[in-house]
């Protein structure tokens, strides 16, 4: 039995393995939650593209969710959501690397070394990292763990010497940081030993809430998951925010903004039917129950394959399992092999003498 | 061929590699250069003697020694040169554990799963560190391994279950942030993972340096080597600080806080001498000239048998390599034995699933 089929151009790749011809991507995601749309729109898409053309290492970054220290069942869980949804939206496994970070403990280890040429202030002065240390700060304390994960992400790139990271505008000056850090040990040794990796730049969409908030996320209870079947979809899709100045159906309301109609944007491909809905909208000739029941249909006709799919790999976990074993044991091959460079290269191969 | 012996009763002891009736001591130094009087009477005294009665892990700490990020060359030749010293004093690496701390890269990897349940608070407010960051601050930057060197000296003690910890007073708030941590983590995973392990509090001596100054210490220029030759003691004792009050023989000195007598108690054996110059130095009896002589002549045969083990050793590269790869993989062996129990306590087995 074969999973039902979404990716059919994913085998004209060239075989994973060697990886020796196409230019490396790192990517990733916190193991907090099962995903969302938020996901397929601001990286799913776009990771399902690139897998085609580069050999993509996606990593389950379970070392780096400290914040999450208290709750540790749901990252446990969350490594396996995780991966049943990138199955599902078609992430050819064989194709890419599933990468569990902790069962690759070498990111540890090089995490470790680029501490030595990393001042701290390059940490304290990070603004996305301060400003995610005060919102921790605020609710206890800021684990030693979180303070270092940019850091450990710098090792997540450099592990694999990726050619390419993809990210969105606001990510620049992490990688800046990541090819400051490759290139201060280079010439620290005097080798090339990371070559200093380029920043993929793409229009990295952020899906808004089904409350209109800026982002979608689990916390805010705004999201709609991958995984959700047809009657909660139907429900969060009718409890959506839509235009606040619109009291009646006859009103004239606004499409800019609104969540429904950026939903509509993203997920219905009937794009007759969309801009319709929208003059007949702003002309105040459709009520808000039409324009989310044609919503929601859009949605589940876009979700049905990817829950078709969910279901296969929830009822067949051994094919999950050799998801996850046979990326994770090839990076942790890769991760060898460049931690042997960076021995080779400080010379800390004592017994060698 | 064998060495020269300098530790008769060592094979008294049980032999090592089971280790399941002899307490654990965990204790260690950082490769930054040779050893000198002052680590003799701190420390390997002490360890020459633990040694009989306690499994003993001695680390050689090369993660953390990242305040010499500048003088590599430095770290990687002091890694050598302690295990010639070790060997020299007669720390038996048969009976004991030559750990490189590198070549047992799960310190790196504790380190990080550790930095889940440490508040960075922790670490900010300790005296020790923060004093050190300052002064490394006043000459550069502080690297981001060295803020993190405290929580991995947390990890080289629990890697393998350390009963007790040859500490000075001064340290004791180090053992219990150990103890803390270990506490934090068998709590939150229901289990004891991590025994609380002990200080063992000793009378830690500290060396005064030949200047006087309160430390030995290669960059201060002050210090004796236990590999330093006849001529260099000879040397160094005839221009060491003595009593700055006295400035001919025949004026009264002072015996008290005078290097010299501070050194004369420390590693000349024959009291009578001693006590003779002492009391013709505070009656102005004798000249600095004679003290100093027969200092280097007690100091000189003190080194005699340690330079006489360490030239054999230097001559014979294998058997240090071969305690170094004997210790070190031991370690391994221990500290992925601890691993598999942290990663079966935290369910992080995720394959097993």
């Known amino acids: 039995m074969t999973p039902p089929d979404s990716t059919p151009s994913s085998s004209d790749s060239s075989a994973s393995g060697a990886g020796g011809e196409r230019k490396r991507i790192l990517t990733g995601v916190r193991p907090t939650g099962a995903l969302h749309l938020g ?5 799913l898409e776009n990771w399902i593209r690139l897998q085609r053309e580069y050999e993509c290492f ?24 995780v991966a049943l949804d990138w199955l599902a939206v078609g992430l050819d496994p064989n194709n890419s690397h ?12 090089l995490t470790t070394w ?49 050619h ?27 080798r090339e030993v990371f070559p200093e990796p380029d920043a993929l730049v793409g229009r990295v ?21 991958l995984k959700d079947d047809e009657d909660t979809v139907n429900q969060k899709v009718r409890g959506m925010f839509t235009d606040p100045t619109r009291l009646r159906a006859t ?17 219905n491909p009937d794009t007759d039917e969309v801009n319709d809905l929208k003059e007949r909208y702003v002309a105040g000739k459709v009520g808000d129950v039409e324009v989310k029941q044609k919503l929601a249909k859009a949605i589940n006709a876009f979700l049905d394959p990817i829950r078709e799919r969910r279901r296969y790999f929830e009822s067949h976990p051994e094919e999950v399992r050799a998801a996850l074993e046979r990326g994770s044991t090839y990076s942790r091959e890769v991760a060898q092999a460049t931690m042997a460079d960076v021995r080779d290269a400080m010379q800390t191969n004592y017994l060698a003498r």
């Open 251 to 267: 009103d004239p309301g606004h499409v800019e903004g609104n969540p429904v109609f950026i939903y509509h944007d993203a997920f």
């Open 58 to 81: 996606f990593l389950i970054a379970d070392y780096q969710v400290s914040d999450y220290a208290d709750d540790f069942d749901r990252v446990r869980e969350s490594v396996w959501e």
């Open 205 to 225: 969409a952020r899906l808004v809430g089904t409350d209109g908030d800026a982002k979608m996320s689990k916390s805010r209870n705004n999201a709609i998951f």
């Open 98 to 109: 599933y990468t569990i970070e902790s069962l690759v403990p070498e990111h540890a280890e």
């Open 114 to 162: 680029l501490g030595w040429w990393t001042p701290l202030g390059m940490l304290e002065r990070n603004p996305t990292l301060k400003s995610e240390m005060a919102d921790l700060e605020a609710r206890g304390s800021v684990p030693v763990a979180f303070f270092n994960y940019p850091l450990m992400q710098v090792a997540n790139i450099l592990m694999p010497k990726a």
């Open 39 to 43: 996901h397929y729109v601001g990286a």
């Open 164 to 190: 390419l990271v993809p990210v969105g505008d606001d990510q620049l000056p992490h990688i800046e940081m990541t090819r400051e850090i490759a290139r201060r040990f280079n010439r620290k040794f005097d």
